[in-house]
Nanobody, 122 residues
Framework: QVQLVESGGGLVQAGGSLQLSCGPS????????MGWYRQAPGVQRELVAS???????HYADAVKGRFTIRRDNAKSTVSLQMNSLKPDDTAVYYC????????????????WGQGTQVTVSA
Protein backbone atom coordinates (compact mmCIF):
# COMPACT_ATOMS: atom_id res chain seq x y z
CA GLN A 1 0.00 0.00 0.00
CA VAL A 2 1.20 3.52 -0.83
CA GLN A 3 0.30 6.86 0.64
CA LEU A 4 1.38 10.20 -0.77
CA VAL A 5 2.79 12.60 1.81
CA GLU A 6 2.70 16.30 1.05
CA SER A 7 4.57 19.12 2.73
CA GLY A 8 5.33 22.79 2.27
CA GLY A 9 1.99 24.53 2.53
CA GLY A 10 1.41 27.53 4.74
CA LEU A 11 0.58 31.20 4.98
CA VAL A 12 2.40 33.73 2.83
CA GLN A 13 1.89 37.33 1.77
CA ALA A 14 1.03 38.21 -1.79
CA GLY A 15 4.16 38.24 -3.91
CA GLY A 16 5.83 35.61 -1.78
CA SER A 17 6.92 32.06 -2.58
CA LEU A 18 6.26 28.55 -1.35
CA GLN A 19 7.47 25.14 -2.44
CA LEU A 20 5.28 22.07 -2.13
CA SER A 21 6.71 18.56 -2.10
CA CYS A 22 5.07 15.15 -2.42
CA GLY A 23 6.51 11.68 -2.06
CA PRO A 24 5.33 8.13 -1.41
CA SER A 25 5.41 6.25 1.85
CA UNK A 26 5.73 2.87 0.10
CA UNK A 27 7.76 1.33 -2.70
CA UNK A 28 6.77 2.44 -6.19
CA UNK A 29 8.12 0.44 -9.11
CA UNK A 30 6.99 2.85 -11.80
CA UNK A 31 4.47 5.61 -12.36
CA UNK A 32 3.17 7.86 -15.08
CA UNK A 33 2.16 11.48 -14.96
CA MET A 34 2.51 13.40 -11.70
CA GLY A 35 0.45 16.46 -11.01
CA TRP A 36 -0.71 19.12 -8.61
CA TYR A 37 -4.36 20.09 -8.25
CA ARG A 38 -6.02 22.66 -6.06
CA GLN A 39 -9.45 23.23 -4.63
CA ALA A 40 -10.75 26.45 -3.16
CA PRO A 41 -13.96 26.54 -1.06
CA GLY A 42 -17.03 26.15 -3.24
CA VAL A 43 -14.95 25.55 -6.36
CA GLN A 44 -14.32 22.36 -8.31
CA ARG A 45 -10.86 20.82 -8.01
CA GLU A 46 -8.67 22.01 -10.87
CA LEU A 47 -5.38 20.96 -12.41
CA VAL A 48 -2.55 23.36 -11.61
CA ALA A 49 0.40 21.62 -13.26
CA SER A 50 1.44 18.20 -14.46
CA UNK A 51 4.63 16.52 -15.63
CA UNK A 52 4.92 13.34 -17.66
CA UNK A 53 7.41 10.56 -17.09
CA UNK A 54 9.54 12.07 -19.86
CA UNK A 55 9.41 15.53 -18.31
CA UNK A 56 6.82 17.19 -20.49
CA UNK A 57 4.99 19.83 -18.46
CA HIS A 58 1.57 21.43 -18.59
CA TYR A 59 0.40 24.45 -16.61
CA ALA A 60 -2.96 26.06 -16.02
CA ASP A 61 -3.09 29.50 -17.62
CA ALA A 62 -3.51 31.12 -14.22
CA VAL A 63 -0.10 29.93 -13.01
CA LYS A 64 2.03 30.00 -16.16
CA GLY A 65 5.27 31.86 -15.60
CA ARG A 66 4.88 31.75 -11.82
CA PHE A 67 4.81 28.04 -10.90
CA THR A 68 7.32 25.33 -11.79
CA ILE A 69 6.73 21.60 -11.45
CA ARG A 70 9.62 19.17 -11.19
CA ARG A 71 9.91 15.44 -10.63
CA ASP A 72 12.60 13.11 -9.41
CA ASN A 73 12.03 9.72 -11.01
CA ALA A 74 14.64 7.99 -8.84
CA LYS A 75 12.83 9.06 -5.65
CA SER A 76 9.29 9.15 -7.11
CA THR A 77 8.80 12.66 -5.81
CA VAL A 78 7.27 15.79 -7.29
CA SER A 79 7.58 19.41 -6.25
CA LEU A 80 5.80 22.64 -7.10
CA GLN A 81 7.71 25.89 -6.79
CA MET A 82 5.21 28.73 -6.48
CA ASN A 83 6.44 32.29 -6.95
CA SER A 84 4.65 35.64 -7.13
CA LEU A 85 1.76 34.19 -5.20
CA LYS A 86 -1.62 35.89 -5.36
CA PRO A 87 -4.65 35.73 -3.03
CA ASP A 88 -6.44 33.82 -5.82
CA ASP A 89 -3.92 31.01 -5.34
CA THR A 90 -5.39 30.30 -1.91
CA ALA A 91 -6.62 26.70 -1.87
CA VAL A 92 -5.92 23.19 -0.67
CA TYR A 93 -3.29 21.69 -2.95
CA TYR A 94 -3.27 17.97 -3.76
CA CYS A 95 -0.61 15.91 -5.49
CA UNK A 96 -1.62 13.11 -7.80
CA UNK A 97 0.34 10.15 -9.15
CA UNK A 98 -1.19 8.26 -12.07
CA UNK A 99 -0.65 4.69 -13.30
CA UNK A 100 1.31 3.72 -10.20
CA UNK A 101 2.73 0.22 -10.00
CA UNK A 102 3.47 -0.75 -6.40
CA UNK A 103 5.97 -3.45 -5.53
CA UNK A 104 4.13 -6.65 -4.65
CA UNK A 105 0.76 -5.54 -6.06
CA UNK A 106 -0.86 -6.43 -9.37
CA UNK A 107 -1.86 -3.73 -11.83
CA UNK A 108 -1.74 0.04 -11.53
CA UNK A 109 -3.86 2.73 -9.90
CA UNK A 110 -3.90 6.44 -9.19
CA UNK A 111 -3.08 7.97 -5.82
CA TRP A 112 -3.87 11.31 -4.17
CA GLY A 113 -2.14 13.16 -1.39
CA GLN A 114 -4.04 14.28 1.69
CA GLY A 115 -3.90 17.94 0.69
CA THR A 116 -1.95 20.87 2.05
CA GLN A 117 -3.38 24.32 2.69
CA VAL A 118 -1.88 27.32 0.92
CA THR A 119 -3.13 30.71 2.05
CA VAL A 120 -2.01 33.93 0.39
CA SER A 121 -2.86 37.14 2.19
CA ALA A 122 -3.35 40.43 0.37
Amino acid sequence: QVQLVESGGGLVQAGGSLQLSCGPSGSIVELGTMGWYRQAPGVQRELVASISRLGNTHYADAVKGRFTIRRDNAKSTVSLQMNSLKPDDTAVYYCNFSNVRVRGLFGTQDYWGQGTQVTVSA
